[in-house]
């Protein structure tokens, strides 16, 4: 949390409690996505399942991802870091990412915020760039319903995010939302919170360690970096907490400060070009139809204005 503190500010911890966190990653339909295929965000431009994809619509997300895809050769050679790229303002990384974006578009069904988990259970799309904890939640419901459905985070690297609890200056009862920030906190809550959303805790107790260890896991993780020495080659949903190996390709996607509206411009012309298919269609069906229209009505005018004249002819 203290990557965020701004120079010359207070640490950002002395002031703010971690709430939940997770990744960014690919969920996938089991049954049509090799785990090959998903555990790189070459799926996503790729043609070979395009029409068959789903974006979360975050510009922050978003813009991390296209940034790391197009540089992924200089990752590989170690010029620079998922955290640098996740993190580059620059120009010369805008335009980049705008020509990422324009080039994955036509690929896509479309951006969705909340929805794309529900979708994905039904097996209508077999892709979806989404947040950890929704791939949870979507993982449990397709098994219910017979989707298999399972979640990676791309070998070039994600996005490590978390929410957190900040009480505002003006606050009139600041007692009462400490009070709330303490409860939230609480092992047997911060567990019975989870269990209901899906994602995780920043709370890191032995008793929720021990509740989510699962025995029936056919294999086990490090997790040592947030539970400590004791959650090394422990059976722990990999979902929920990535071994120490993934969390080390990903990074924190830190504000834009005063460039945040040169992004959003970036954003709002993605949004707006490529419109897809199906509206493409339905916008020429429309002007086909309005043009038709009105040139009949011109036509019909013509004849009415022709038939006129002639009666006039032979009236004289």
């Not at 975050?58 to 996740?86: C, F, K, N």
């Not at 009462?176 to 269990?195: G, V």
């Not at 509206?279 to 038709?292: D, E, G, N, P, Q």
Request: net charge negative.
């Amino acid at each position: 949390m203290d990557k965020l503190t701004q120079p010359g500010g207070r640490p950002a911890s002395d002031y703010a409690v971690c709430y939940m966190w997770g990744t960014a990653g690919i969920l996938y339909n089991t049954a049509h996505v090799s785990e090959e295929d998903a555990s790189s965000w070459y799926c996503l431009w790729g043609p070979k399942y395009a029409g068959r994809i789903l974006m979360k619509e975050s510009y922050r997300d978003t813009y991390g991802t296209a940034l790391i895809y197009a540089r992924r050769d200089d990752l590989t050679a170690g010029r620079v870091t998922v955290e640098d790229l996740m993190n580059d303002s620059s120009p010369e990384a805008m335009e980049l990412v705008e020509k990422y974006l324009k080039e994955l578009k036509p690929n896509i069904t479309g951006w969705e915020a909340d929805f794309g988990k529900e979708i994905m259970t039904k097996g209508k799309v077999w892709i979806n760039m989404t947040w950890s904890g929704d791939a949870v939640w979507a993982i449990e419901e397709a098994e219910a319903v017979g989707v298999a459905l399972d979640y990676v985070i791309p070998v070039e690297g994600s996005n490590l995010w978390f929410d957190g609890w900040m009480i505002p200056k003006y606050a009139k009862n600041v007692k009462a939302a400490s009070y709330f920030i303490n409860f939230m906190c609480r092992s047997d809550i911060a567990l019975r919170n989870m269990d209901e959303i899906g994602y995780v805790s920043a709370v890191a107790t032995p008793e929720i360690l021990e509740e989510k260890i699962d025995e029936e896991l056919d294999y086990v993780s490090d997790f040592s970096y947030f539970f400590g020495e004791g959650a090394k080659g422990v059976p722990v949903d990999k979902v929920q907490y990535p071994d120490y190996s993934v969390v080390q390709r990903c990074a924190i996607i830190r504000d834009f400060g005063d460039k945040t509206e040169q992004v959003l411009e970036i954003w709002s012309h993605i949004k707006g070009d490529n419109l897809g298919v199906g509206i493409t269609i339905l916008i020429f069906v429309v002007v086909f139809a309005m043009s038709f229209w009105i040139i009949r009505k011109r036509y019909e005018k013509y004849k009415r204005n022709k038939q006129f004249r002639r009666r006039r002819r032979r009236r004289k």
